[in-house]
């Protein structure tokens, strides 16, 4: 199969990467021998850009890796900023092969690639993060949510993101109070964005698709039965997405973003269908790691402190900074 170069967490349109990373194609991808480029989530970030703009200003990358690596397969695997990305790109940007969550149902998609005897499985990584009764939640209201977002929303989320995320050094209980008001009011916005009353807004969803949060909430066994009408499936919903607000709240190092790779492979093979042989290959905690001992990498992020990727040849990971 040859070489694979991995990717993920570049945030085009906010971590101010944009150029390192349109070289890094021009420079890299489309001159040495990459057969599989796996653009591992959050490439582009709509979290905290309109969608428009975003897209405007990633143009230009987007075209280059379209028309400039003719021989290499570049596969887009959707994350928690990009969950929307196979939605936006896929009728302009037609030679990407993506992957990304479906909307009917709840879990990841992993990308699997063989090579010989190895099998390589790839995913952005928050399936792996968010607990699981919760994910389905997480993926089609607060991801989707805040992807259909704007310029202040998203200026207004930068900015309390030291908050929400503080260093431990610097936890006390002040923050911790603050950040758990933070993040509820961005639960609610995105709630009221996701699932509003007001059925011609453009994120509505349909009847059908409330009824799937209910029937999820069903398997949980939070409910006995979902409720009838419209109103009561809405109020559900946004019940549930509340619970996030228990898990975003607790300081970081309580939540599931330990550097511990074989805490991560574990839960991929409770959840993804990792088996014992598979390599892993995930970003989304912006730490670049590599453990070939369990056969685990985790490609990095781009931005101020750094690009990071990661090169797959032969059944051996290497970590790469650009």
């Known amino acids: 199969m040859g070489l694979i170069t991995v990717v993920s967490d570049v945030h085009l349109g906010y971590s ?5 990373f349109l070289d890094f194609i021009h420079s890299f991808i489309a001159k040495e021998r990459v057969d599989h480029l796996v653009l591992a989530g959050d490439i582009i970030d709509f979290w905290r850009r309109s969608i428009d703009n975003v897209l405007s200003e990633s143009r230009e990358i987007c075209l280059a890796l379209e028309r400039q690596t003719p021989k290499t ?3 887009y695997l959707c ?6 990305a196979a939605q936006v790109l896929k009728k302009t940007y037609k030679r990407f092969k993506y992957t990304s969550t479906k909307r009917d149902g709840i879990g990841p998609k992993p990308l699997v690639l063989r090579e010989g005897p190895h099998t390589y499985r790839f995913v952005h990584g928050y399936q792996m993060e968010v607990p699981e009764q919760l994910l389905w939640v997480y993926e089609n209201g607060i991801s989707r949510g805040l992807c259909a977002s704007n310029e202040v929303f998203g200026a207004a989320m930068s900015g309390i993101w030291g908050v929400v995320h503080p260093e431990p050094k610097r936890e ?3 923050d911790a109070l603050i950040r758990q008001r933070v993040v509820g009011r961005i639960v609610e916005a995105a709630a009221e ?4 009353a007001d059925r011609s807004r453009h994120a509505a969803y349909t ?17 006995a039965k979902p409720p009838p009408s419209l109103e009561g499936r809405v109020s559900l919903a946004k019940g549930e997405m509340r619970r996030l607000v228990e898990y975003y709240s607790k300081p970081t190092k309580e939540r599931d973003l330990s550097p511990d790779l074989k805490k991560w492979r574990k839960t991929a093979e409770d959840r993804i269908g ?7 290959v995930f970003g989304h905690t912006h730490k670049q790691q590599v453990d070939m001992s369990i056969k685990t990498g985790n490609s990095g992020n781009w931005g101020s402190e750094g690009n990071y990727y990661l090169i797959i040849d032969d059944g051996k990971i290497q970590a790469r900074q650009w």
């Open 79 to 84: 994350g928690n900023h990009d969950i929307i």
């Open 193 to 196: 964005d996701v699932l509003p």
């Open 16 to 20: 101010g990467a944009d150029s390192a």
């Open 207 to 223: 009847d059908e698709e409330l009824h799937l949060i209910t029937e999820h909430i069903q398997q949980g066994k939070w409910l």
């Open 172 to 174: 006390d209980v002040g």
């Open 73 to 75: 397969t570049v596969h």
């Open 274 to 280: 990792l088996e014992p042989d598979d390599f892993l």
